[in-house]
């Protein structure tokens, strides 16, 4: 009776096998393929979206009214230059139109002796992305040197910030969060300064301040396909225009090392960016 049930369990093991030995394995092409219509719907999706703009400032719409048909002023603040064209250009061609945009770094990025010529190259670029060299100010502070190993400290900034924000007129600020995108300390030290000087209450009531959202290492390098992740809350700017993003870091000559290239090509920021408020 034993070995006459051993049989059976034996038979059944047979049988199930024989059942997984019919299935058919998807062919590689169909693999490719679905692959290549997810990612042309990512881009379809990203190109979509790209014609939104985002509203920073409340109530102004064009030509704010009050103002004498005069736009409001919107701050992109950064730490170096080519910050903007590695990280913002989703914002700034989501605003352009709508704001009087400036741009504000906190260095000129002299990390390895070039600062004058990075200074240019930051005009270049913004210009390629619709902010004119008279709207781009850089900042060259002994206080605030580029480098991961160089303290940027709240008071410094400071000392820049607020004249800016009172001589601009500024009504918002977009810069890092508290991750840095890339996590490089002079981006964080400027989000820092940022929620330190609004809980000190040294920024005008109404000024509106926005961080650029950091993402785990899995999300950083998916490209366009950063359009179909489901919504988490706060603003968000598109673009698919990767040529215009290339032109800007083209401009960019004296940092021009290859895995530059590779982030804006597979890098989210290039095609998506997520804006939240900071408290």
Known sequence: GVQEGLGRRTEGVQHSGG??????PLPPGSVAAALCGLLLFAILRTWSLSRGQLSLVDGAVGESEGRGGAKSNVLLLIAHPDDEAMFFVPTLLAI????????????NGDFDGLGKTREEELRKSCSLLGVPSDRVTVVDDPGL?????????????????????????IEAIVSFDEQGVSGHPNHIALHSALVKLRKAGRFPPKLRLLKLQSV?????????????????????????????????????????????LLFIIFGRYTFANTLRDIE
């Open 96 to 107: 352009r139109e709508r704001y009087t945009v400036h741009v504000l770094s906190m260095s």
């Open 216 to 260: 785990p290492i899995w999300r950083k390098f998916i490209g366009p396909l950063a359009a179909l992740e489901p919504g988490a809350g706060g603003l968000s700017a598109f673009s698919i225009d990767l040529p215009l993003v290339h032109r800007a870091l083209q401009a960019h000559r004296s940092q021009a090392v290859w895995y530059r």
């Open 145 to 169: 040197q580029d480098g991961k190993g160089n303290h940027w400290d709240e008071e410094h900034i400071e000392f820049h910030l607020l004249p800016f924000i009172k001589r601009e007129k």
């Open 19 to 24: 059942a997984d030995e019919g299935a058919h």
